[in-house]
């Protein structure tokens, strides 16, 4: 049972992003279209030299068991973050133009994509770290909150009219998803399950602080 509800969660966060493509093509966005399904394969395929490149990082830590899946745990948020937000970046933040940018939606789309990549990874057996289904199901779903973090600010970022709050935003895109993956990964990797709770808590009063703000620049301070 448990098995089939993994599974379950993987066919899933896969169609999320099937979706959103699926959305434009009834909606009949030719551009929209092209571009959300480009997203959507550039972000599986880039999993596999994401997993090689973190393989070989990943080499180089010999510490103590704490230390390590800490180190561990920095490496793989660091990397996995720093490559969605790049994605994001470079294929939608720097072309947009104008009216409202959907980069709740781009981030959605991106991670799912990466997820999905991830879990065909897992099941032909490439992965950076050894992981049980029930951990990786978690990571799976973990992509897609820390997307929401990444849209939420980055679209605050691109419509904010303040150079220091734009610059604020832009750069906290970067670091808030990176410590929330770190943090999850961490208490994934030293088994600490009793903590999600906590830390879902954690996560769910910062989406409501920057959540505000989004409703505000995406409502009264849109280009």
Do not use: W
């Amino acid at each position: 049972m448990l098995d089939l509800l993994e599974y379950l969660v993987f066919f899933i966060i896969g169609f999320i992003g099937i979706f959103y493509i699926l959305f434009y093509v009834f909606k009949r966005e030719k551009a929209k279209v092209k571009l959300t399904s480009k997203l959507f394969v550039i972000s599986i395929l880039i999993t596999i030299p994401t997993i090689f490149f973190e393989k070989i990082v990943l080499s180089y830590g010999r510490f103590p068991e704490m230390i390590n899946s800490l180190y561990q745990a920095f490496v793989i948020g660091f990397i996995e973050e720093f490559i969605k937000r790049y994605i994001l970046i470079s294929f939608t933040y720097k072309s947009h133009k104008q009216g409202r940018y959907l980069g709740l939606g781009y981030a959605i789309i991106i991670a799912s994509g990466f997820a999905t990549g991830e879990n065909i990874c897992y099941f032909f057996g490439y992965r950076s770290y050894d992981l049980e289904l029930l951990r990786v199901t978690l990571s799976s779903s973990g992509h897609l909150c820390f997307a929401i973090i990444l849209g939420i600010l980055i679209t605050i970022a691109r419509h904010a009219r303040r150079g220091f709050t734009k610059q604020y935003y832009f750069v906290m895109s970067l670091v808030v998803p990176i410590i929330l993956h770190s943090i999850f990964d961490y208490i994934i990797l030293l088994n600490i399950y009793r903590l999600l709770p906590v830390y879902l808590v954690f996560v769910v009063i910062i989406y409501l602080v920057f959540f505000k703000k989004y409703k505000l620049y995406i409502t009264y301070l849109m280009i």
